[in-house]
């Protein structure tokens, strides 16, 4: 039972820091804290790979 509970805290942790790093680079701290329950680390890959809003891929 206690690692259950352990990986809905990782999870729900590793969601918020995402909202974080969401924000830092400009974009929508709430839509990327949603998407990131559903798809986890794979959220946070997108985060540090796509470029920051309102910057050109150059």
């Not at 039972?1 to 995402?18: H, R």
């Not at 974009?27 to 990131?36: D, E, I, K």
């Amino acid at each position: 039972m206690q690692a259950s509970s352990e990986f809905f805290v990782g999870w729900g942790t590793l969601s918020l820091i995402n909202a974080g790093l969401a924000q830092s680079k400009g974009r929508s701290g709430l839509l990327w804290w949603l998407a990131s329950i559903f798809i986890g680390p794979l959220a946070t890959l997108l985060i540090v790979v796509l470029p920051a809003a309102g910057r050109s891929a150059l």
